[in-house]
């Protein structure tokens, strides 16, 4: 059994799947707190259901692709069966994780969008560097930037990990905080080979249509 918050179809606004009919599984329960957060309901509320009730409500939708987000999934051991089960009946599952949670056991074809938390995020120890040893070459890391400080950090991290070399690098302006325009900007000035992401969701729905 797995507690679910939600399960909704929409379109996909972020990684590398953005503009996807996707159905998403949210899960209940986080162990962070950011500032920016945009889904604090999912942090207590919902309803345990079993995979296979789960897999039944998917099957509903007409598409292959399914996005598991929270909340934080990974804080709920038996999500990991839910997405080996996912794979096997030719889904694309992506992930979507805090990157507080160990990824080593995520199945092989689930494409992990990690996070890795910014400063201004609240939570920027939280990164577990493990992570960085089980990520793969399908891994796409996110960074959600409230500030130009949190800019240069995010440049900081990557050259000193090796990210832009390895991985696709998302940068996402946290909305309302800091204007995609200017993260534009930075990015060109900067000579940064990070892909500018927006939350396409907030563009299209406004919090009392999200999911219709």
Not at 63 to 87: D, F, I, N, S
Not at 173 to 196: C, D, T
Request: hydrophobic share 35%; proline share 4%; with cysteine.
């Amino acid at each position: 059994m797995l507690k679910i918050n939600e399960i909704f179809y929409s379109i996909q606004g972020e990684s590398s799947y953005s503009g996807l009919p996707t159905v998403f599984v949210r899960t209940t329960g986080c162990p962070l707190r950011c500032t920016y957060c945009d889904t604090k309901y999912s942090y207590f509320e919902g309803a345990f259901l079993s995979i296979d009730q789960i897999i039944k409500k998917i099957s509903s939708y007409n598409t292959k692709y399914v996005c598991l987000t929270g909340g934080e999934p990974l804080a709920q051991k038996e999500v990991h069966l839910l997405m080996t089960e996912l794979c096997q009946l030719g889904y694309l599952v992506s992930l979507e994780t805090s990157g507080a949670k160990s990824i080593e056991n995520v199945p092989e074809k689930v494409k992990i969008i990690l996070d890795v938390k910014t400063p201004d995020s609240g939570e920027g120890q939280s990164f577990l560097f493990d992570n960085l040893k089980w990520a793969k070459p399908s891994t796409e890391f996110k960074f959600v930037l409230c500030s130009e400080t949190d800019f240069d950090w995010s440049e900081l991290f990557c050259r000193q990990y090796e990210l832009f070399e390895k991985y696709s690098v998302l940068y996402s302006p946290s909305f309302g905080q800091l204007s995609p325009r200017r993260l534009a900007e930075k990015i060109l000035e900067k000579n940064s080979l990070a892909r500018l992401q927006l939350q396409l969701q907030k563009y299209i729905w406004t919090p009392e249509t999200r999911g219709v």
